[in-house]
């Protein structure tokens, strides 16, 4: 049973101009003739990786990636703190996926959303349904105000990992902590390097915790990077991630004819697989797996395989 692919280098890559001052990052691997593909990553804010190019046969696919809005390689970047956040939000995103297809003159194509990256694929699918050929997400994100409060309130996620949440929580004065989003906002956006670094490291810390089911060592970010990412998935999850009142499985009815596959770990502590469930529920076409031995993370064994198994597959059935 295959794992994942090798590692493979972009064949082309640019900027594009989005409007309001943005230009994003794209990269585009594998076959020029082939199957197109959509890789969308996480954080929001996380950017591209290049190990994300390894759940597609390069052989086959015409794989492209973006680092989305303020983040990666696209600029203006948010670890600049005077850098505005005002025109990055999940319509613009969508947008953003759109002037990009059309710029790479592809007609439709397979999106592949992992984290935030399964709330922006399901965005921009039920957007534009037409565009889209197939779906695989992982590690389902609804972004609802009870998803939100399982991350950022005691009575959720800190049970499992209360030095983690002790960690997060000790910055914070004990009379702002009622509103623990709103009160690392207030610290995240402030000029002074001396209290927004501070924040964003206590912030990307209980962020980066608990991304996989056994602990690995997060990755290394500098004080920019730290920032962007910190700055951007904070002003996603203090506006419920831009998202329409009546949220994602409402609009479920205008893609549930797209072929979907949808995996989530067991013990997936980030978004847990309740969410993914409500989502089959709502799709009960979706193809659903829950992986018994997995957390969050799109890399651990089991979550790939199947991730690898559904582009196979998709490739296959042209």
């Given amino acids: 049973m295959k794992d994942w692919y090798p590692l493979v280098e972009p064949y082309d890559r640019g900027m594009l101009g989005v409007g309001d001052g943005n230009e994003i990052y794209w990269e585009t691997c594998g076959s020029p003739g082939g199957k197109p593909a959509l ?5 929001p804010g996380g950017g591209v990786l290049p190990a994300n190019r390894r759940f597609f046969d ?9 680092d989305q809005r303020n983040c990666g390689r696209s600029r203006p970047f948010a670890g600049d703190p005077a850098v505005s956040l005002e025109h990055n939000t999940t319509p613009r995103l969508v947008a953003d ?13 397979l999106v592949f959303g992992g984290s935030w990256g399964s709330t922006l694929a399901l965005a921009y699918a039920q957007a534009y349904p037409e565009r889209v050929t197939e779906l695989v997400l992982r590690g389902v994100w609804l972004v609802r105000p009870s998803d939100e409060a399982w991350g950022f309130t005691p009575q959720g996620a800190a049970h499992l990992f209360p030095a983690e949440w002790a960690a997060f929580c000790d910055p914070i004065p004990e009379a702002e902590r009622g509103d623990l989003v709103a009160a690392y906002g207030r610290r995240i956006c402030d000029p002074d390097p001396a209290v927004h670094l501070p924040a964003a490291r206590a912030w990307m810390g209980w962020e980066l915790s608990a991304n996989t089911l056994l602990p690995v ?22 506006n419920g991630g831009f998202l329409p009142p009546e949220g994602l499985l409402a609009g479920v009815d205008r893609i549930r004819h797209i072929p979907a596959v949808i995996v989530n770990g067991r013990y997936d502590v980030k978004t847990p697989p309740a969410q993914a469930w409500d989502l089959h529920r709502a799709w009960p076409e979706a193809e659903f797996h829950i992986v018994e031995d997995a957390g969050h993370g799109g890399s651990e064994p089991g979550i790939r395989r199947l991730l690898v198994q559904a582009t196979d597959r998709f490739l296959a059935a042209g």
């Fill in 39 to 43: 890789f969308l990553h996480g954080g």
């Fill in 58 to 66: 390069p052989s086959g696919y015409r794989l492209v990636l973006f």
């Fill in 97 to 109: 996926i759109e002037r990009l297809r059309e710029h790479l003159g592809i007609e439709r194509w």
């Fill in 217 to 238: 060592e997060p990755p290394e970010l500098d004080d920019a990077a730290l920032l962007s990412f910190a700055r951007i998935t904070h002003h996603y999850i203090g």
